[in-house]
């Protein structure tokens, strides 16, 4: 059984930083791509950011040279670096996986449980 396990998250002041982080755990073959998506209130899950594990990232035009995406292959973790916080930035954080359970498997995409972030005066 794969899971995500994400942390990170709070409330923070317009202007702060948090850095999320997310583990997967349990049968893992080789992980691919990892990212983070967030769901702010009463709208759709939304593409964050994502990295090839080559660390080749991608990032959505709102959070362009605010946010880092970071991983370390070695701990099968995630990072999301979160600078110059926005009201807009309020959302549910989930990070996701593609990967692999065995060789030659069928690549999955798992799902962390999601982590609050709430940036507000």
């Known amino acids: 059984q794969v899971q995500l396990v994400e942390s990170g998250g709070g409330l923070v002041q317009p202007g702060g930083s948090l850095r999320l982080s997310c583990s997967a755990s349990?049968?893992?073959?080789?992980?691919?791509?990892m990212g983070w998506y967030r769901q702010p209130p009463g709208k759709q899950r939304e593409l964050v950011a994502s990295?090839?594990?080559?660390?080749?990232?991608n990032y959505a035009d709102s959070v362009k040279g605010r946010f880092t995406i970071s991983r370390d292959n070695a701990k099968k973790t995630v990072y999301l670096q979160m600078n110059s916080l926005k009201p807009e930035d309020t959302a549910v954080y989930y990070c996701?996986?593609?990967?692999?359970?065995?060789?030659?498997?069928?690549?999955?995409?798992?799902w962390g449980q999601g982590t609050q972030v709430t940036v507000s005066s």
């Open positions: 990295i090839t594990s080559g660390g080749t990232a």
């Open positions: 996701n996986a593609d990967l692999i359970v065995t060789f030659g498997g069928r690549v999955t995409r798992y």
């Open positions: 349990g049968r893992i073959f080789s992980i691919y791509v």
